[in-house]
């Protein structure tokens, strides 16, 4: 399975989704990327402060580099998951079938479906910001286990 994480930048939130459920798969066939909507750090780290609340739970994401999602993506992943309803809508426009529709989510429906609830951009925030996304992403990608788990016994 092939799993994309999406935000705006591809600095905060998604390299922290990426880092998060890389450490949870284990010996699980999951490979995941992500990427942003916008190319405004294509090439870039992530967010200093992404990469010190990750290793603050043990986790390395110095090796990501930010790039820009491109429409391509809808044929390399089988799953892209949005971390709120602004990047879903620039995605979903550029789809270009129900295929490709088919394959993106708000992330936070896993853990509450139905409530389209966005992960905050943490950005702008202080610390308190990256941690509190940092709990929601932990919370998201444990159901992505789960699910895999579960369809793959």
Same mark, same amino acid.
């Given at each position: 399975?092939?799993?994309?994480?999406?935000?705006?930048?591809?600095?905060?939130?998604?390299?922290?989704?990426?880092?998060?459920?890389?450490?949870?798969?284990?010996?699980?066939?999951?490979?995941?990327?992500?990427?942003?909507?916008?190319?405004?750090?294509?090439?870039?780290?992530?967010?200093?402060?992404?990469?010190?609340?990750?290793?603050?739970?043990?986790?390395?994401?110095? @090796?990501?580099?930010?790039?820009? %999602?491109?429409?391509? +993506?809808?044929? #390399?992943?089988?799953? !892209?998951?949005?971390? &709120?309803?602004?990047?879903?809508?620039?995605?979903?426009?550029?789809?270009?079938?129900?295929?490709?529709?088919?394959?993106?989510?708000?992330?936070?429906?896993?853990?509450?479906?139905?409530?389209?609830?966005?992960?905050?951009?943490?950005?702008?925030?202080?610390? @308190?910001?990256?941690?509190?996304? %940092?709990?929601?992403? +932990?919370?998201? #990608?444990?159901?992505? !286990?789960?699910?895999? &788990?579960?369809?793959?016994?």
């Amino acid at each position: 399975m092939r799993i994309l994480m999406l935000c705006l930048g591809n600095i905060c939130r998604s390299p922290l989704a990426e880092g998060i459920l890389r450490n949870k798969i284990g010996n699980r066939n999951i490979e995941v990327d992500s990427a942003g909507t916008n190319g405004l750090h294509v090439g870039e780290l992530p967010d200093p402060r992404s990469i010190e609340i990750a290793e603050l739970n043990n986790i390395d994401i110095t @090796d990501q580099r930010s790039r820009k %999602f491109i429409t391509e +993506d809808f044929d #390399t992943f089988d799953a !892209i998951y949005v971390m &709120d309803s602004g990047n879903y809508n620039t995605v979903m426009d550029l789809a270009r079938n129900h295929k490709d529709q088919y394959k993106v989510e708000l992330i936070m429906n896993l853990v509450s479906p139905g409530m389209n609830q966005n992960v905050p951009d943490p950005y702008y925030g202080g610390k @308190d910001g990256f941690h509190h996304v %940092f709990e929601m992403l +932990d919370r998201a #990608t444990d159901k992505i !286990i789960e699910d895999y &788990d579960r369809r793959n016994g």
